[in-house]
């Protein structure tokens, strides 16, 4: 497993998580890298991303204002702060290696990381 996701739980709505991801194999200090989830029944998608260097980020429309994506590639860690948590953001949550240093809902993905689940419920 190059990357691993960790940091998730049960919390109610309007809670706050941190989510975080590392790589044993300096991947997250050298690509773009981008969190995804994948509620259950349904498609995989994009959450958040970051470039590089961390200069830029991009959200999806829905997480925009409560999720922040960040990164600290001297420790090889990718984070992202969920704060006024909702049910519909239940999901398992992934993060990812980006093709592209862009900061982007589009890139294709290089390395998956094993995902964490997140339950937001009173």
């Known amino acids: 497993v190059q990357l691993q996701a960790s940091g998730g739980g049960l919390v109610q709505p309007g809670g706050s998580l941190r989510l975080s991801c590392a790589s044993s194999r300096g991947i997250v200090s050298i690509y773009a890298m981008g969190w995804f989830r994948q509620a259950s029944g349904k498609e995989r998608e994009f959450v958040a991303s970051i470039t590089r260097t961390g200069t830029s980020t991009y959200y999806a429309d829905s997480v925009k204002g409560r999720f922040t994506v960040s990164r600290d590639n001297a420790n090889n860690l990718l984070y992202l702060q969920m704060n006024s948590l909702k049910p519909e953001d239940t999901a398992i949550y992934y993060c990812?290696?980006?093709?592209?240093?862009?900061?982007?809902?589009?890139?294709?993905?290089?390395?998956w990381g094993q995902g964490t689940q997140v339950t937001v419920s009173s």
């Open positions: 990812g290696a980006l093709k592209y240093d862009s900061a982007t809902s589009s890139s294709p993905v290089n390395h």
